[in-house]
């Protein structure tokens, strides 16, 4: 039965219930560097290092060459250990805990953070036995089939190589060795993940595909970016943090310093210090 016309109420939407006025809640802090100085030999590679870096989400660290990103990306699981001569002063946490100290299991710690370098370097094993590799070494009781294929759906890699799973690793594409990387460093359940230039040696298709990988990877998991790329930086993080070499240095050794760390929007739209601005705007290359 149709009504009449005049019977017909017009829909007046209710008043929006008011909000109360929230405040973003910060994400814990998972890593924190303090008062971080880094050595090689007796060459001062980073010094005056305070950083934290919120759980679940993506920080990316900028800054021209050899200032010192990787460096302090090796010290959030202590990489540079295996560099000889280097040397880490101040702290580094690892939620809460100071794992600069001796006591420091490095191994267990690179389970937990674990790391995907700039070129893909899968082992010349099958695409299974790349991602297994780790869990088994670390003992993994689990159903190893379940865990490979999860794994690589994480990856998004295994629509890709699901008919391909014992065939070499190294018969992938550029791309699909990366995702295999990142597929093998899934498998061993880290908290944290550290990417150093993860797309350097990547072709565009394959960069966006990495990009909207760790944008999935980010409900889960706190990660830490390098890279040279300032539109990537832009794209990807939620935060910056933009290294330069430090002026003051007056011994002629290059010592790299925290120049600005903020809101990824901020830094690039408002950066606060000039040497940032700089950078960005490609005067300091
Ligand atoms: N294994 C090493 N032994 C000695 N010095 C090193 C070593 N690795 C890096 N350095 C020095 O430490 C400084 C910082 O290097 P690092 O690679 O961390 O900088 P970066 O900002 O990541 O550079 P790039 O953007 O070119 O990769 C540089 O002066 C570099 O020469």
Redesign the pocket.
């Known amino acids: 039965m149709s009504l009449p016309e005049s019977s017909v109420v017009p829909v007046v939407p209710a008043p929006a219930p008011q909000q109360p006025a929230t405040t973003a809640v910060p994400e814990p802090i998972v890593l924190a560097a303090r008062n971080l100085r880094v050595f090689?030999?007796t060459?001062l590679?980073?010094k005056d290092i305070n950083i934290e870096i919120p759980r679940q989400q993506i920080t990316a660290l900028i800054?021209?060459?050899?200032?010192?990103?990787?460096?302090?990306?090796?010290c959030f699981n202590r990489m540079n250990d295996l560099?000889p001569?280097?040397k880490m002063e101040g702290e580094v946490q690892f939620d809460g805990e100071n794992i600069t100290e001796p006591g420091t299991d490095p191994v267990a710690l690179r389970r937990r953070i674990g790391m995907v370098f700039q070129k893909p370097n899968p082992f010349p094993k099958s695409v299974y036995q790349n991602v297994a590799w780790g869990a088994r070494i670390n003992g993994y009781r689990g159903d190893m089939d379940e865990l490979v294929e999860r794994s690589l759906r994480r990856a998004a890699l295994w629509d890709e190589v699901k008919n391909k799973l014992h065939r070499s690793g190294l018969e992938l594409s550029g791309g699909q060795q990366q995702r295999l990387c990142i597929a093998r460093t899934l498998a061993v359940e880290p908290e944290v993940i550290l990417m150093?230039?993860p797309c350097s040696a990547l072709d565009p298709i394959s960069t966006a595909r990495v990009e909207d990988l760790m944008d999935d990877l980010k409900d889960e998991y706190t990660i830490v970016i390098?890279t040279?790329n300032m539109q990537q930086a832009r794209r990807v993080s939620d935060l910056t943090a933009c290294?330069m070499l430090d002026e003051t240095a007056k011994d002629g050794h290059?010592t790299?310093v925290i120049a600005e760390f903020s809101a990824t929007d901020l830094l690039f739209t408002n950066p606060k210090d000039p040497r940032t601005e700089a950078y960005i705007t490609g005067r300091i290359g």
């Open positions: 090689y030999g060459s590679a980073l800054g021209p060459s050899g200032c010192g990103k990787s460096t302090l990306l090796r560099i001569g280097a150093d230039e390098v040279h290294l290059r790299g």
